[in-house]
């Protein structure tokens, strides 16, 4: 019996690539004890992917990209700065790194967990912010727990 070769790429949708990686970045945040929430629109009508908020009240925000193109043609994520401490860009492992730029911090995450690449840079919130964004988290937070 002759051996063969057998090749098999793997090819995610994207759907199921941002699902994988919000998934990833948002374990990861609970491993560096944030407590995250999915999907929250921010106060300038934006929706940030993962947005997460640490121990000591800092909150940090993660941009999911499932693919170049996706990066390519959403700049929304450049507004989301005024709402947290630090920003992120949260990819898969196979995302080529080099098209991001270098300014906010890069999480490489799957459906497991993820790694930080790349620290981001701190800018922290005013005061005042800070509170409110912290009460609109908590309130949201809560909420969602009433949904189920």
């Given at each position: 019996m002759a051996a063969t070769a057998v090749s098999l790429e793997l090819v995610f949708s994207r759907p199921e690539t941002t699902l994988s990686v919000t998934r990833g970045a948002a374990r990861l945040m609970l491993d560096m004890g944030y407590a995250p929430l999915l999907e929250v629109c921010l106060p300038n009508g934006r929706?940030?992917?993962?947005?997460?908020?640490?121990?000591?009240?800092?909150?940090?925000?993660?941009?999911?990209?499932?693919?170049?193109?996706?990066?390519?043609?959403?700049?929304?994520?450049?507004?989301?700065?005024?709402?947290?401490?630090?920003?992120?860009?949260?990819?898969?492992?196979?995302?080529?790194?080099?098209?991001?730029?270098?300014?906010?911090?890069?999480?490489?995450?799957?459906?497991?967990?993820?790694?930080?690449?790349?620290?981001?840079?701190v800018s922290p919130l005013a005061p005042a912010r800070r509170k409110a964004l912290t009460l609109a988290f908590a309130r949201l937070g809560a909420m969602r727990t009433m949904r189920d």
């Open positions: 929706r940030a992917d993962v947005m997460a908020v640490g121990p000591k009240g800092d909150i940090v925000i993660c941009e999911v990209k499932s693919g170049v193109e996706d990066y390519r043609v959403d700049r929304k994520w450049q507004e989301y700065g005024p709402f947290c401490d630090a920003l992120y860009f949260a990819v898969a492992p196979e995302f080529p790194q080099d098209v991001l730029p270098e300014a906010p911090g890069l999480i490489v995450a799957d459906g497991f967990g993820g790694a930080v690449v790349r620290t981001a840079p």
